[in-house]
């Protein structure tokens, strides 16, 4: 099962609605050369799938933009924005996101948006006990690995492994899981 965008935690508990819309696809992080170039950071599982969207938006306001994929480097990209011509202008984008329409955003079957799945009310799904709810999702591992934030403030990690989890109801706002023995004992 893949997930396939990361998140900013804040930005999506700050502002709910415009995250429903738009979701964040990269982050600009310095300005790459003297004609404008800026870095970025991809927040999708590759930097390729810059390629495959034609309309963006900038920063919170989600002003339509133009960019075009320059060059894929280990860590970040360099992208070309539509009138920024300079390292001033490169630098004033700085820190802002590059977001495109969740609408134009496939998502395969059993994926997610990690947005989506932050705040969902962990259950047993035997039991219905409810463990607690979603805080974070690991991406470093050969499978997602689930942080679930327990009433009582620990945290508790699974994977995202048949045998585990089972359910997703994004609308119902619950996933159901199977824990593994002794996962939930202190």
């Known amino acids: 099962m ?3 965008i990361y998140y900013d935690k804040l930005k999506i508990m700050n502002n709910l609605e415009k995250t429903n819309k738009y979701i964040e696809i990269a982050k600009f992080t310095k300005p790459q050369g003297l ?19 034609k309309n963006f938006y900038l920063g919170e306001e989600k002003t339509p933009i133009k960019i075009w994929l320059e060059q894929i480097r280990k860590g970040f990209v360099i992208l070309t924005v539509e009138d920024i ?21 496939p998502l395969e079957k059993d994926s997610w948006f990690i947005a989506d799945l932050i705040g969902l009310e962990v259950v047993d799904a035997d039991t219905g006990q409810v463990y607690g709810k979603v805080a974070e999702i690991l991406q470093n591992a050969p499978k997602d690995v689930y942080v679930i934030q327990t009433p009582d403030r620990k945290q508790v990690l699974f994977p995202s492994i048949p045998e585990v989890l089972i359910d997703v109801d994004i609308t119902a706002g619950v996933i159901k899981i199977k824990p593994l023995e002794g996962l939930f004992d202190d």
């Open 2 to 4: 893949t997930i396939n």
């Open 35 to 53: 004609r404008g170039g800026i870095r970025a950071v991809a927040l999708c599982d590759s930097p390729e799938m810059l390629e495959e969207f």
């Open 85 to 105: 011509d300079s390292v001033v202008a490169a630098e004033n984008l700085v820190g802002e996101y590059l977001y495109v329409l969740r609408e134009d955003f």
